[in-house]
């Protein structure tokens, strides 16, 4: 089992940052990789980074540039810092990770941190 804790979403203002962090604890060896989903009011949850245990990101177009996803291997922890912000990034944020077997992925899921961005 892998647990993850969520922190950093808040209101901010639009142009303005935030810095979400995620921290793993459990069978963390077993992670495969991790990431930063989104789910806007009334819309499908979105994938929005990933990075792997060698560091290796990804992310969705539409957010290069403006949010860069890291991790500290130390602390077990990963963070999506998020910049010049729009109203439309307004979603509940989910840490994701999961972990690639014989028998297929295993998703684990943080509860969600909320980031609300005002116009």
């Known amino acids: 089992q892998v647990q993850l804790v969520e922190s950093g979403g808040g209101l901010v203002q639009a142009g303005g940052s935030l810095r979400l962090s995620c921290a793993a604890s459990?069978?963390?060896?077993?992670?495969?990789?991790m990431g930063w989903y989104r789910q806007a009011s009334g819309k499908q949850r979105e994938l929005v980074a990933t990075i792997t245990s060698g560091g290796r990101t990804n992310y969705v177009d539409s957010m290069k540039g403006r949010f860069t996803i890291s991790r500290d291997n130390a602390k077990n922890t990963v963070y999506l810092q998020m910049n010049s912000l729009k109203p439309e990034d307004t979603a509940v944020y989910y840490c994701n990770a999961f972990r690639v077997s014989a028998s297929g992925r295993y998703d684990y899921w943080g509860q969600g941190t909320q980031v609300t961005v005002s116009s």
């Open positions: 459990g069978s963390i060896f077993s992670i495969t990789a």
